[in-house]
């Protein structure tokens, strides 16, 4: 079997049976067919070749074309991954990718807004238009419950109870969680609901939240181009990314007593210490404040 049936094996293995998202699949996909194509090149084959010194010059090669750390990390974690279903299903003794270290990453702070360019960023949309309308519900959205843009643009309107509070969405791996929903979004949201999407679905049984002109599910780059417009109607010179509300809401929530264990659930991390970042941030902040205030700082 050529390796692009294991790796097309492997997929569908992640898809169906470990749930993963789409984008994570085809990034599996992408670094290992890179890895293909070294292989290739050198003259090796997947099964009869591997080793553990091959797989240490391939990260090599990687790190010679001036690939982030980042990358090479997310590379190894793919070809780890393959190496240990392979095992499993005994198409290999033994895992030549065991033992193997990711590069150390360095962790940067996430860039987040004020809160003062959080409400200016608010303040943009139209609320006399039906995209307007929609834009300014889900920028509220994101603010006031952290969830990721992939998961804002996959809401259908059934995750939705305005009644009662909250929102039901389903994070990487399908794993489902309520998170709870403020009541100035839940507001936004509901004018939307009324006056909005109406106007902007072409379909009475469409079932996504967010749709876009053409009455279908809006996309996360289409996303991505609204809220930079925003961001430079307002003024706002900060490098914004469809993530930015996200951790804007994490660190402000963090800033005014929130527990750390409550933030993680809200945003959905199964590891404290990714959440972890976020205390970071805050400490950053408050070091900012002191120096600017304190007479001998």
Not at 122 to 145: C, H, S, V
Not at 275 to 286: A, G
């Amino acid at each position: 079997m050529m390796m692009a049936n294991y790796v097309e094996e492997f997929i569908h293995y992640l898809a169906v049976e470990r749930g993963l998202a789409q984008n994570t699949l085809e990034s599996y996909g992408r670094d290992l067919q890179q890895f293909h194509v070294y292989l290739k090149n050198s003259n090796l084959e997947l099964l009869r070749d591997s080793s553990r010194n091959i797989i240490l010059n391939y990260l090599n090669t990687l790190q010679a074309k001036g690939r982030a750390v980042s990358t090479i990390s997310r590379n190894l974690a793919a070809i780890k991954s393959f190496y240990q279903y392979l095992v499993r299903q005994r198409y290999l003794e033994k895992d030549p990718a065991a033992n193997l270290e990711s590069p150390k990453l360095e962790k940067k702070l996430p860039k987040i807004l004020t809160v003062g360019e959080v409400e200016e960023l608010l303040k943009q949309p139209n609320n006399f238009m039906p995209g307007g309308i929609r834009d300014k519900a889900m920028l509220e959205l994101l603010y006031a419950t952290g969830i990721r843009v992939s998961e804002l643009i996959s809401l259908n309107s059934a995750d939705i109870n305005l009644d009662m509070g909250y929102i039901k969405c389903y994070g990487r791996g399908s794993k489902e969680r309520v998170v709870p929903l403020g009541s100035i979004a839940a507001k936004c949201v509901q004018e939307y609901i009324t006056k909005g999407r109406p106007k902007l679905v072409r379909t009475y049984d469409e079932l996504a939240l967010f749709v876009n002109h053409h009455g279908n599910r809006l996309t996360r780059q289409g996303f991505w181009k609204i809220i930079k417009k925003y961001a430079q109607e307002a003024n706002i010179t900060k490098d914004i990314t469809p993530h930015t509300l996200r951790h804007s809401f994490a660190t402000h929530l963090l800033e005014n007593g929130a527990d750390l264990r409550s933030v993680q659930e809200m945003l959905g991390h199964a590891d404290i210490s990714t959440t972890q970042i976020y205390t970071h941030v805050t400490k950053n902040r408050l070091k900012e404040v002191y120096d600017k205030a304190h007479p001998r700082a």
